[in-house]
Structures are given as structure tokens and as C-alpha cells.
């Protein structure tokens, strides 16, 4: 699975900017979410878990960016984008798109796991909020 993100970039507080995420995954996947991460310069060994979106569309948005992250299907099962809005310089950070594979029975951990449980990641987008 190869993941390519785009879109990152420098806004000023209060501004808004369009991540978009696309996938090439293998057709043996057939149940999968793709999930958005940041890391900030103030804890750079941890990713931040934003939201996800399961292959069928469903999505998730984590409660502390919720009002002004939003995570959506961008035209395709392979496909995630996050549209974040009243940008703060707290949101600086490098932003990840991720894979985790779902098993039968199972769910997306995005939200709710270690970050580590995904299966694959890009390579990041560069968010940088500053006046």
C-alpha cells in the first residue's frame, strides 16, 4: 500500500487549508480506514489521531477537532481528505495519512488504538499556522 498526501502548506491563524490522501491499495484488501495523524514540533515522538474513514464511507472525527476538522470520502474508496478550518498555531505539525487493514469482526482503531497499529503510512504534509 502506497500513500501520498497533499495539500499541506502556511495559513495564518484563523484560515483554512485542504489535505487530501490517496491510496494504492491491492485488491486483497477488501475491508480497510484510512486515517489522518499529526505530529507537532512540541511532541515529536507521538502521532495525534484526527479521524478516519472506513472503505465504505463511514467516517470519524476525534472530539477535540471536531467543529473544525472535517474528514471526508474525496471521490473514492481510496481516497480521505480532511478539510480543516479556523486553523490555530497549536495545528502546526506534520500530518500523516494512514492504512489499517480490518479483519472480519474487527474495526478501525484510528481513534481509539495505539498509532502504531496502523499498517501503513505516508509520508506527511507539512501544516504550518503562523501570522
Known amino acids: 500500500v502506497l500513500l501520498a498526501e497533499s495539500g499541506g502548506g502556511t495559513v495564518q491563524p484563523g484560515g483554512s487549508l485542504r489535505l487530501a490522501c490517496t491510496a494504492s491499495?491491492?485488491?486483497?484488501?477488501?475491508?480497510?480506514?484510512l486515517g489522518w495523524f499529526r505530529q507537532s514540533p512540541q511532541n515529536p515522538r507521538a502521532r495525534e489521531a484526527l479521524a478516519y474513514k472506513y472503505r465504505d464511507g463511514d467516517t470519524q472525527v476525534a472530539e477535540f477537532v471536531k467543529g473544525r476538522f472535517t474528514v471526508s470520502d474525496d471521490g473514492g474508496a481510496n481516497r480521505v481528505a480532511l478539510q480543516m478550518d479556523n486553523l490555530k498555531p497549536d495545528d502546526t505539525g506534520i500530518y500523516y495519512c494512514?492504512?489499517?487493514?480490518?479483519?472480519?469482526?474487527?474495526?478501525?482503531?484510528?481513534?481509539?488504538?495505539?498509532?502504531?497499529?496502523?499498517?501503513?503510512w505516508g509520508k506527511g504534509a507539512q501544516v504550518t499556522v503562523s501570522s
Open positions: 491499495i491491492p485488491v486483497t484488501y477488501t475491508n480497510y480506514c
Open positions: 494512514a492504512f489499517e487493514i480490518i479483519l472480519r469482526d474487527s474495526f478501525c482503531t484510528v481513534l481509539t488504538g495505539p498509532s502504531n497499529r496502523m499498517d501503513y
